[in-house]
């Protein structure tokens, strides 16, 4: 499966408002990515780049893989301190299925940006960081 979503996740997807990619190149363990959402037209997200990275276990894809946040964002299912996507506060993670890719889970993290209740909140500075 991890093949594939390589594949897919190098050429982009969602006009290119995703992508993702392995973060080391010879990870043949294909365990850790690299990811980026461009934040979502008319929100507070507009015109913003973030990065992410991306966890998988050795049971991925049964089980969820662990997402951060790299870029400071402030948004209900990320936690403030560390960036790290709350599996409870986030339904992929919370409901997880093993047919979810990280191409859906990049997809819907940005839908969620996108939302009525999240699309207007105060944002970090462009360019803060999590330590």
Sequence with gaps: ???????????????????????????????????????????????????????????????????????????PCVHAQTGQVTPGAFPPLASWRSEYTMESLLVELRRTMASPSNRKLPQPNECAMYA
């Design 1 to 75: 499966m991890a093949v594939e979503e390589l594949e897919k996740g190098e050429k982009g997807f969602g006009n290119g408002t995703c992508s993702y990619g392995l973060a080391d190149t010879d990870d043949i363990t294909m365990s850790t990515w690299n990811a980026t959402i461009l934040g979502p037209a008319n929100s507070t997200y507009e015109n913003r780049i973030y990065s992410l990275k991306i966890v998988c276990g050795d049971k991925y894809p049964q089980s969820p893989p662990q997402i951060y946040f790299l870029t400071q964002i402030h948004l």
